[in-house]
């Protein structure tokens, strides 16, 4: 099974509708991230967390919210999804500890297409 | 203004020629640097990365990288390629901020032609 799991991997909604993308890791690592992938853009990043009551915007954060339901969820929300939240939506986490201080760890996924 | 750049879009590689992907970055001090990898239809994997000391770093699947402080840049290389080697690779900094937010360039997608 894979340490970063993300449901769905593919959704396709309509205009206006909210949509929750899920992230789930066995890794036991505190700092989880959400990331938008578009093409010819790289990576963005949406929100971060670093513990469980620590929520912080990233560089695109309007439109979208997040839970941190416990140390191994984390969940983004689109309240009212828009066409331009077409995307391929990452999670990832990280650990400051040990050999792989500095890693993010990534989810394979999530394709959200907003018609 | 502090940017990560992969001037490179797509790259064509025949199998067995080597490769040098480039990333340059503008931040003020030595950041933290990274090289991913995505293969098709997968979420990012750590190809290598550069904190500090030997400049020459190694890492999986037989790729390096060279931080060249004077230049700004950040680029891997691999001396002979393969066929599985197609996939799209990011530069990633972490400007040191202590919080460990990458910053992704705009990724250049490798092609390997037979």
């Known amino acids: 099974d894979a340490d970063v799991t993300q449901t769905p991997r593919n959704r396709i909604t309509k205009t206006g509708k909210r949509i929750m993308l899920e992230c789930s890791q066995t890794?036991?690592?505190?700092?989880m991230y959400w990331y938008r992938q578009d093409p010819g853009l790289g990576l963005r990043l949406i929100y971060y967390?670093?513990?469980?009551?620590?929520?912080n915007k990233g560089e695109i954060s309007d439109g979208y919210s997040v839970s941190r339901q416990a140390q191994a969820k984390f969940s983004l929300s689109l309240e009212s999804a828009i066409p331009n939240q077409t995307a391929l939506y990452f999670c990832?986490?990280?650990?400051?500890?040990?050999?792989?201080?500095?890693?993010?760890?990534f989810g394979e996924g999530s394709r959200l297409t907003v018609l | 203004a502090q940017s990560v750049t992969q001037p490179d879009i797509h790259i064509t590689v025949s199998e067995g020629a080597s490769l040098e992907l480039r990333c340059n970055y503008s931040?003020?001090?030595?950041?933290?640097l990274f090289w991913y990898v995505q293969s098709p239809g997968q979420g990012l994997q750590l190809l290598l990365k550069?904190?500090?000391?030997?400049?020459l770093v190694q890492g999986i699947k037989g790729f390096e990288a060279e931080f060249k402080r004077s230049q700004s840049s950040f680029n891997l290389r691999k001396p002979s390629v393969h066929w599985s080697d197609a996939a799209e690779y990011f530069c990633?900094?972490?400007?040191?901020?202590?919080?460990?937010?990458?910053?992704f360039g705009t990724g250049t997608r490798l092609l390997v032609s037979p």
């Open positions: 990832a986490t990280s650990d400051m500890t040990g050999a792989n201080t500095g890693e993010l760890f």
């Open positions: 890794k036991g690592h505190d700092r």
């Open positions: 967390s670093f513990d469980v009551k620590d929520i």
């Open positions: 931040y003020g001090a030595t950041p933290y």
């Open positions: 550069y904190f500090s000391g030997d400049t």
């Open positions: 990633a900094v972490d400007p040191n901020t202590g919080f460990q937010k990458l910053v």
